[in-house]
């Protein structure tokens, strides 16, 4: 397990572009999880904890487009640094499944490559923030910047989201230099339809789940 020594939990991170669909394989997963036995916590970023909302509203808003890079960064990690105390560690620590929309992958492709802050200073306030918990399985949905436009249109455009087209280039360049590095990335083609996107997600989660079955799960599905 790449969380602690003392900790038998799972945690599942989603990644993607907005609109690439995570979300709702997030949520579908949960359901899905529950329904076996399983204690799921779920978690977005930024957020996850009051402390981690009030920033996010921070992040999101429209009207602060002002916001440097710097300061976009620093308020990240800090919304992260609460979620991993307050919430992830803890629920690791008791065997939970942890789902979370979005961790230090995304600020890595969003902040790391599409700000042009670098990999390097990312890395290292991960290193502050999270003090080496790193996901057991990151579930990756790609998309083409066109479509995923128009969805992230469809739900409503926030801060990040209304960025120039050459920042979401880098971005999913990011993500895909990302899957192929990462052994624990798992690249899910976030076009097709949801019920085939789901299937792929709890095929990969399935192999997942064996690591946890002997302290405790539910047992082997």
């Given at each position: 397990m790449s969380t602690t020594e003392t900790s038998r939990g799972l945690f599942i991170t989603f990644e993607g572009i907005d609109g690439s669909g995570k979300t709702t394989q997030l949520t579908r997963l949960a359901a899905r999880l529950r329904s076996r036995g399983y204690e799921v916590v779920e978690t977005v970023e930024p957020g996850g904890t009051r402390t981690g909302s009030m920033i996010r509203n921070i992040l999101l808003d429209p009207a602060h487009q002002e916001l440097s890079a710097t300061a976009e960064?620093?308020?990240?990690?800090?919304?992260?640094?609460?979620?991993?105390?307050?919430?992830?560690?803890?629920?690791?620590?008791?065997?939970?499944?942890?789902?979370?929309?979005?961790?230090?992958?995304?600020?890595?492709?969003?902040?790391?490559?599409?700000?042009?802050?670098?990999?390097?200073?990312?890395?290292?306030?991960?290193?502050?923030?999270?003090?080496?918990?790193?996901?057991?399985?990151?579930?990756?949905?790609?998309?083409?910047?066109?479509?995923?436009?128009?969805?992230?249109?469809?739900?409503?455009?926030?801060?990040?989201?209304?960025?120039?087209?050459?920042?979401r280039r880098r971005v999913r360049e990011g993500y895909l230099d990302l899957s192929r590095r990462e052994p624990r990335f798992r690249l899910i083609d976030g076009r097709n339809e949801i019920e085939r996107v789901g299937s792929e997600v709890w095929s990969e989660v399935q192999v997942a789940l064996e690591s946890i079955a002997p302290a405790g799960s539910p047992g082997h599905l």
């Open positions: 960064l620093l308020l990240y990690f800090a919304a992260r640094a609460q979620n991993v105390d307050e919430t992830i560690v803890p629920a690791l620590k008791r065997h939970a499944i942890v789902l979370s929309d979005r961790f230090t992958d995304s600020t890595l492709v969003y902040q790391g490559y599409g700000r042009g802050l670098g990999v390097e200073v990312v890395e290292t306030l991960d290193r502050i923030a999270c003090r080496g918990l790193k996901p057991d399985l990151t579930l990756y949905f790609d998309i083409d910047l066109a479509t995923a436009r128009l969805r992230a249109k469809a739900r409503g455009v926030d801060r990040m989201d209304d960025q120039p087209a050459d920042f």
